[in-house]
């Protein structure tokens, strides 16, 4: 399974855009690039995913390199809300499985 | 509007006291799972339920079970509760399997051993 690697914290003025990087240079063509987020004593929460595209939708938007090596997620507005840590995860492609093996993430402090 | 729900939000259970956690969904998912996260750490998958097969994570210790009797509800027992199982239990569904496929979580439930 490809390995991600993320900045261990982040911070981020409220109101501006938080870009948090994610490095999975082992990636393989078929598997995909997952966020999830977790706020503090609350339950992860998906936020994304793509597999070669750009990809946007109501929360955020992912940006995935090329050559597929890199990817970061963009927060256009973060607020005191955001402040959570968030998890880059590849998921075994082949349609077989979609088990999360979660990383360290990174936590994303958002500053009044 | 819950979709997957979770009771109690805290437990506290005693040493070697067997406990119950509760998991429901209402999206009719397939596929649920369950994860432990200690302080500090990721969660981690101890095993996963697609419809009726149970399937159990190699690292996952014999002291925990898991019952799913219908799509709707899957339980999460802890047979002999060491300090050591002091923990987040989040529960999570899926449609399917396949890549590609969301899992959804709930808010999880704290499990305090005394």
């Known amino acids: 399974d490809a390995k991600t690697t993320q900045p261990p914290s982040m911070d981020c003025a409220e109101g501006r855009a938080a870009n948090l990087p994610c490095n999975h240079s082992?990636?393989?063509?078929?598997?995909?690039v997952y966020w999830y987020r977790q706020i503090h004593s609350q339950g992860p929460q998906y936020i994304i995913h793509?597999?070669?595209n750009n990809e946007t939708n109501e929360m955020a938007s992912l940006i995935i390199t090329e050559d597929r090596k890199s990817s970061t997620l963009i927060l256009p507005h973060a607020t005191l809300r955001d402040t959570a840590v968030y998890y880059c995860?590849?998921?075994?492609?082949?349609?077989?499985?979609?088990?999360?093996?979660f990383g360290t993430g990174t936590l994303l402090a958002v500053q009044p | 509007d819950a979709m997957v729900i979770q009771n109690p939000r805290y437990q506290v259970t005693q040493f070697g006291k067997p406990v119950t956690l509760s998991c429901s969904q209402t999206l009719n998912h397939n596929v649920m799972y369950w994860y432990q996260q200690k302080s500090s750490q990721a969660p981690k998958l101890l095993f996963h339920y697609y419809d009726k097969d149970f399937n159990n994570e190699a690292d996952t210790p014999d002291n925990f079970q898991s019952r799913r009797p219908n799509t709707s509800f899957c339980f999460l027992d802890i047979r002999s509760p060491g300090l050591g199982d002091a923990a987040m239990y989040l529960c999570?569904?899926?449609?399917?399997?396949?890549?590609?496929?969301?899992?959804?979580f709930g808010p999880g439930t704290r499990l305090l051993v005394l």
């Open positions: 999570a569904t899926s449609r399917d399997m396949a890549s590609g496929e969301t899992q959804y």
């Open positions: 995860i590849v998921v075994p492609g082949g349609g077989a499985t979609n088990k999360l093996i």
């Open positions: 793509g597999l070669k």
């Open positions: 082992t990636i393989s063509g078929n598997e995909y």
